[in-house]
C-alpha cells in the first residue's frame, strides 16, 4: 500500500543552520503519527516545511502521490493537507462561526461547509453554544478546539497537530487527547507533534524521537512507550 505521506531525506535551514537533517518518514491513511522531542528538535519545522510555510532546502515530499515541493501553502491545503499551528493562530477579533468558515475558504459545497460545522460543534460543544462570541475571549483550552476545528473545515485527507497540548490544564488536556482519539477512531489521518510524549505514543501507531533534527528512533506507539531510553529522557523516569 502506498503512503498517503512520503518524506525522504527531507532538510531544512534557517540560514546556515540546519534544523532538519535528513529526515524520512511515512504516514499511511488512517494511522495516527507522532514526532515526539524536545524544544529544537526540528519537529515544528518538519510541519511547517510539510504545508508549504517553509522551503526545504533538500529531499522530498510526495502526499499522495503528488510531490509538494514548491506547491503554495494554499494549494496544498487544497490537496488535503491541514495544519493546526502551534499557537493556535486564531483569529482573535472574529467570532468562533466566523473562524470556522475561513477553514473552509477553499471549499464551495455550501451544504458540506454546514454539516462540517455541525460536526464541529459536535466534538466541542462549548464552541456551539458560543458561536457568536469573539474567538479571542476563549480560554486557551478553547481556543485550541477552535483552532482543532478550524482545521477540520477543510475536510483534510491528512490533519497535522502542532502541540495541541500545550499550556494547557490536565483536564482540558485531557479533553483534546479525547478527542484526537475519536478523530482517530473515525478513520481521521493524523499527523501529531505532542510535548507529551506518553499521550502521544499512547494514540500512536507509529511514532518517531526526534534530536537535533534527526530521527534517531522509531517504532509503534506501544514499542516506544516501553522503550527504555524513551522512558528515561521523555516520560521522566528512572
Not at 483534510?156 to 479525547?178: T, V
Not at 499512547?202 to 522503550?227: F, K, W, Y
Amino acid at each position: 500500500m502506498t503512503a498517503l505521506l512520503e518524506v525522504e531525506d527531507l532538510r531544512v535551514a534557517y540560514g546556515k543552520i540546519e534544523a532538519v537533517k535528513g529526515i524520512s518518514f511515512t504516514v499511511d491513511t488512517g494511522q495516527v503519527v507522532t514526532l515526539i522531542g524536545t524544544n529544537g528538535a526540528g519537529k515544528t519545522t518538519t510541519l511547517r516545511t510539510l504545508s508549504g510555510l517553509l522551503t526545504p532546502r533538500s529531499g522530498t515530499i510526495r502526499f499522495d502521490g503528488q510531490p509538494l515541493t514548491g506547491i503554495p501553502a494554499h494549494k496544498i491545503v487544497a490537496l488535503g493537507l491541514a495544519h493546526s499551528p502551534e499557537g493556535r493562530h486564531i483569529f482573535p477579533r472574529l467570532t468562533i462561526a466566523e473562524n470556522l468558515q475561513l477553514g473552509a475558504f477553499l471549499r464551495k459545497d455550501g451544504d458540506g461547509i454546514a454539516q462540517d460545522v455541525r460536526r464541529v460543534y459536535d466534538l466541542f460543544p462549548i464552541l456551539g453554544e458560543r458561536a457568536r462570541q469573539a474567538a479571542g475571549t476563549l480560554s486557551g483550552g478553547e481556543q485550541q478546539m477552535l483552532a482543532m476545528g478550524r482545521a477540520l473545515m477543510s475536510r483534510p485527507k491528512l490533519l497535522m497537530l502542532d502541540e495541541p497540548s500545550m499550556g494547557l490544564s490536565p483536564i482540558m488536556m485531557q479533553k483534546i487527547m479525547d478527542t484526537i482519539a475519536e478523530l482517530r477512531a473515525t478513520g481521521t489521518t493524523i499527523l501529531l507533534v505532542e510535548q507529551n510524549a506518553q499521550a502521544a505514543l499512547g494514540l500512536a501507531d507509529r511514532g518517531h524521537v526526534m534530536e537535533t533534527g534527526r530521527i534517531v528512533l522509531s517504532g509503534t506507539g506501544t514499542d516506544l512507550l516501553h522503550d527504555e531510553s524513551v522512558r528515561k529522557a521523555y516520560l521522566g523516569e528512572d
